[in-house]
Each structure stands twice: as C-alpha cells, then as structure tokens.
C-alpha cells in the first residue's frame, strides 16, 4: 500500500441524524458532541441528532456541527490506528483537518468555526450573494468568462475547482447569472445555482476575513504533525503562522480541490479515507483518479468496512 490521506467533507454535507449511531453506542464518540455543546453553549448535538434540517443547514450551525462529527467519528477510527501521511479537508473541512493534523485544539476549532459562519453570514446581505455550479466547462474558459463579468461592473470568480468538468463560481446575484448564461453560451452543460447563504470564496468575503484573522491570531496553534494540504495553493503545510495566512486567504480565495487531490496523488497517496458525512469528496477524487482505492466512513457500517481492510 502507498500513502494515505484523511479527507474531510465542507459545508453541504450535513444532514440530520450524522454521527448519532456512532455517539448512541460509543461514549467516546458522544464526548465530542456534549464538548461542542460546552464550547458553543447551545444544543448544537441536539440540532444534529434531531433537527430540523433548515437549522442544520444554517451556516453558524453547520459548520461547527460538520467538525463535531467528522472529529468524532476520526476518535472511533483510532483503534485501527491508521496515521495518515497527509490530511485535507474541502472549504469548512480543512479546520477539521487541522484539528486531526494536531495543529489546533478540538475546541478551538469548533469555536473558530462558530465564528467564520457567523462573519460568513453577515459579510454579505441575504439575497445579495450567489453561488452556481459550471458543468462541462474547463477552467481557462470559464475563468474568462467570470473576468469580462466582472470587468463590466458584476462581481463573480471561480469559488471551488472540484474536479474535471466540475467548478463553482460565487460573487453578486446578477454577476453568477450573467456568467452563469454565458457559461451555457461557451458549451457547459448544466448550470445549477446553490442553495447557499453567502457567495462564500469569493472577493465579497473580504471583510469577514479581516474579522477571521483577528479570531484565529488569538487561539492556540501549534505546527501540524501531519502536513495539511491547503485549499489556497493546493500544497502540503505545516507551519503555524503560514496555516493561519492561508486560511484568513481561503474565505476570497478559490477552492482548489481538484488540484490538492493531484497533489497528494504526486506525494504517493493511493488510499483517501473521507471521514464525517456523505461521500461528496470520495466521489470527486475518484473523477481525479479512478484506480485509488476511497473508503467513507460516516456509521457503525462503514467503519467495519474500512476495519476489514485495515485490521
């Protein structure tokens, strides 16, 4: 076997009921939801465990509540004793891999992401903002497509390269439209706008980043003990004061998922393990390389999957 990656899914993943077969039947797994409850002092593992999904979704909610799970799951996998040679984590999932690369606190993360939602949220008024997913259409054309818009007066970038074929653009309502039809003028073949409260990674977010960087300065970061792939540059960090740049950069900056899956591709990685909810991110890294082996681990199942393998 080459090396393996733990990655770790983003805002959009959510649902209702993730992680709660696991917490009901290991208490080790359960101390991470009753630690998120103390750190945020809400029923947040009430909102995960029961509902309702539109208070899931919710940015300030889901974003602490997709760590919760994904860190808590990771502390039922620690009896396999599997060590990743490199973590990584899409948007809000790269906070849970710098919680797993040991280089922030678990309550420091869930803290620090309590308060990105809530800066996320207020950075741009509802309805202002807009996010639509480009199928079918290769960066160089879409990008510049996003920068004549955007030259007209209309801001709109592109906010997540997933994969081939798959990219997000973000910015003002009229400015993802007017790409969005201009994108189906140059060939894509679907676009599809996203149920999303902000146009999060793109230059709009600018001012929740300033009040981001003054957050994270003041919590406890150490170097990480396992390089982190960072979404900016797509490339594997470890340093503290470098990881807290690149994070204040990632909320305006592009998503560059495909990319940081090459990269760990280059490094040797031929194993990623997708821990926390859904399977968005096996999915994308199997579009990148199709021959690498992906597990999701999510429930009791999964985990015995991944334990066959691994024991």
């Given at each position: 076997?080459?090396?393996?990656?733990?990655?770790?899914?983003?805002?959009?993943?959510?649902?209702?009921?993730?992680?709660?077969?696991?917490?009901?039947?290991?208490?080790?797994?359960?101390?991470?939801?009753?630690?998120?409850?103390?750190?945020?002092?809400?029923?947040?593992?009430?909102?995960?465990?029961?509902?309702?999904?539109?208070?899931?979704?919710?940015?300030?909610n889901?974003?602490?509540?997709?760590?919760?799970?994904?860190?808590?799951?990771?502390?039922?996998?620690?009896?396999?004793?599997?060590?990743?040679?490199?973590?990584?984590?899409?948007?809000?999932?790269?906070?849970?891999?710098?919680?797993?690369?040991?280089?922030?606190?678990?309550?420091?993360?869930?803290?620090?992401?309590?308060?990105?939602?809530?800066?996320?949220?207020?950075?741009?008024?509802?309805g202002?903002?807009?996010?639509?997913?480009?199928?079918?259409?290769?960066?160089?054309?879409?990008?510049?497509i996003?920068?004549?818009?955007?030259?007209?007066?209309?801001?709109?970038?592109?906010?997540?390269?997933?994969?081939?074929g798959?990219?997000?653009?973000?910015?003002?309502?009229?400015g993802?439209?007017?790409?969005?039809?201009?994108?189906?003028?140059a060939?894509?073949?679907?676009?599809?706008?996203?149920?999303?409260?902000?146009?999060?990674?793109?230059?709009?977010?600018?001012?929740?980043?300033?009040?981001?960087?003054s957050?994270?300065?003041?919590?406890?970061?150490?170097?990480?003990?396992?390089?982190?792939?960072?979404?900016?540059?797509?490339?594997?960090?470890?340093?503290?004061?470098?990881?807290?740049?690149l994070?204040v950069?990632?909320?305006?900056?592009?998503?560059?998922w495909?990319?940081?899956?090459?990269?760990?591709?280059?490094?040797?990685?031929?194993?990623?393990?997708?821990?926390?909810?859904?399977?968005?991110?096996?999915?994308?890294?199997?579009k990148?390389?199709?021959?690498?082996?992906?597990?999701?681990?999510?429930?009791?199942?999964?985990?015995?999957?991944?334990?066959?393998?691994?024991?």
């Amino acid at each position: 076997m080459g090396k393996i990656a733990f990655i770790f899914p983003g805002q959009g993943s959510q649902v209702v009921g993730m992680g709660k077969q696991l917490a009901d039947e290991h208490s080790q797994v359960k101390a991470y939801f009753d630690r998120a409850d103390e750190v945020l002092t809400d029923d947040l593992s009430n909102v995960i465990f029961n509902g309702p999904q539109e208070t899931l979704t919710k940015t300030v909610n889901a974003q602490p509540a997709l760590l919760t799970t994904s860190i808590a799951i990771l502390e039922r996998m620690k009896e396999l004793s599997i060590q990743p040679d490199y973590v990584a984590g899409h948007s809000l999932g790269e906070y849970t891999a710098l919680v797993a690369g040991g280089a922030l606190s678990f309550e420091d993360g869930v803290y620090a992401v309590r308060q990105r939602g809530l800066f996320m949220e207020e950075a741009v008024p509802s309805g202002k903002g807009a996010m639509s997913a480009i199928l079918g259409l290769d960066r160089e054309p879409l990008k510049a497509i996003t920068d004549k818009v955007t030259e007209e007066g209309h801001s709109v970038q592109l906010a997540n390269l997933n994969c081939p074929g798959q990219i997000v653009i973000s910015g003002t309502k009229e400015g993802v439209q007017v790409a969005g039809e201009r994108a189906k003028e140059a060939g894509a073949k679907r676009v599809i706008p996203l149920e999303v409260s902000g146009p999060f990674h793109s230059s709009l977010m600018k001012p929740a980043s300033e009040q981001l960087h003054s957050v994270l300065q003041k919590l406890d970061w150490k170097n990480a003990s396992v390089p982190v792939i960072a979404n900016v540059n797509a490339e594997p960090v470890q340093e503290k004061d470098e990881l807290i740049r690149l994070l204040v950069e990632q909320l305006y900056s592009p998503v560059l998922w495909e990319d940081s899956v090459q990269t760990m591709l280059d490094l040797g990685v031929d194993t990623f393990i997708e821990i926390g909810s859904g399977k968005v991110l096996s999915g994308l890294v199997k579009k990148v390389n199709r021959r690498v082996k992906t597990y999701s681990v999510q429930d009791e199942e999964s985990f015995q999957q991944l334990a066959a393998d691994f024991q």
